[in-house]
């Protein structure tokens, strides 16, 4: 039998990268550090830039346990719109750090340390209590969406926390929808499977994020209990649209239709994608187009303006 095994691997490199051993050693930790870092399986050789790297995350792991303790995050909501009704459906609960000194900061920058260094379990926690208290307070046929990390999930008692946020908040499991990526199918373990079947045998919904990036996208479909595919925007407004990213979405509309599956289009910017996306199928539409994410109040006051119409809602621009 033939057996692979993936290695991560950092390279320091005399004299370049340090003076004595241990200096050495130093700088191949730091390389094999950033190799894992950058998604693991891969070598790299050590640069001066990765001990700048270093410092910084470790930087930012400390002000975001911080911002955590001082109540500084806030939660942004953007709406998903109903493609055929133009009413909202759901908000995408997205976390803000405001930082008092640096001002925002992307979540590009502080999530990856918070998965790295535990910190998003805690962050995760506390974004689904503070979403599910949010929706609690929306008309009932109004959902939430809360995107979840690996990491998250295999913590002990995740589907547990996960429920007593829901309780807390006395929202029903309908109403909210918990995003995945492929990126927690990788391991494919048992726990993974238990933790949504649980979940999903509770009643909360969940949504494949980032559909058509990853290489076995059909199968996730197949094996989990998904009720929902978010089309990854590269689709809808990348620099690659045309022909073939229409006959890609046509073909997953078809397939969601068939499995009663909603079909999310991400980054949505223009009338035209918006009519392009609902010819191909698509059953639900979130962009620019539509609004960016919002503060709470302002998603209640969309929702508010929403509900006084005496028309049905149309097609358009949502921004408050």
């Given at each position: 039998d033939r057996l692979e095994v993936g290695a991560s691997m950092g390279i320091a490199l005399l004299p370049d990268d340090g003076a004595d051993i241990d200096t050495l050693m130093q700088s191949a930790d730091l390389a094999l550090y950033h190799s894992k870092v950058g998604g693991r399986r891969q070598a790299s050789f050590f640069a001066a830039s990765m001990t700048r790297e270093l410092l910084r995350r470790r930087e930012i792991e400390?002000?975001?346990?911080?911002?955590?303790?001082?109540?500084?995050?806030?939660?942004?909501?953007?709406?998903?719109?109903?493609?055929?009704?133009?009413?909202?459906?759901?908000?995408?609960?997205?976390?803000?750090?405001?930082?008092?000194?640096?001002?925002?900061?992307?979540?590009?920058?502080?999530?990856?340390?918070?998965?790295?260094?535990?910190?998003?379990?805690?962050?995760?926690?506390?974004?689904?209590?503070?979403?599910?208290?949010?929706?609690?307070?929306?008309?009932?046929?109004?959902?939430?969406?809360?995107?979840?990390?690996?990491?998250?999930?295999?913590?002990?008692?995740a589907a547990l926390g996960i429920l007593t946020a829901l309780k807390d908040a006395q929202l029903d499991p309908h109403r909210l929808e918990l995003e995945v990526t492929e990126g927690l199918f990788l391991d494919d373990n048992e726990q993974t499977a238990l933790f949504m079947d649980e979940l999903s045998a509770a009643g909360i919904r969940f949504a494949l994020d980032d559909f058509g990036t990853g290489f076995s996208s059909l199968g996730y479909i197949n094996k989990f209990p998904f009720k929902k595919i978010k089309v990854d925007r590269s689709f809808v407004s990348g620099e690659n649209v045309g022909r073939k990213s229409d006959a890609i979405l046509r073909a997953v509309a078809g397939m969601g239709s068939t499995l009663d599956l909603d079909i999310v289009a991400e980054g949505l910017e223009t009338i035209e994608q918006v009519h392009s996306v609902k010819s191909a199928g698509c059953t639900l539409g979130q962009g620019y187009y539509f609004s960016r994410a919002v503060p709470d109040y302002l998603a209640a006051m969309l929702l508010a303006k929403e509900r006084d119409k005496h028309d049905p809602a149309r097609l358009g621009g949502l921004d408050p």
């Open positions: 400390a002000e975001l346990r911080n911002a955590i303790q001082r109540d500084e995050l806030s939660l942004f909501f953007q709406p998903i719109i109903d493609l055929d009704s133009g009413r909202i459906r759901t908000f995408e609960a997205l976390v803000r750090w405001f930082h008092p000194q640096k001002g925002e900061l992307r979540p590009d920058e502080f999530n990856p340390v918070a998965e790295e260094t535990g910190l998003i379990i805690t962050l995760g926690n506390w974004i689904t209590a503070q979403a599910a208290r949010a929706c609690a307070t929306w008309p009932e046929d109004v959902t939430v969406a809360v995107n979840l990390s690996p990491v998250q999930i295999k913590a002990p008692g």
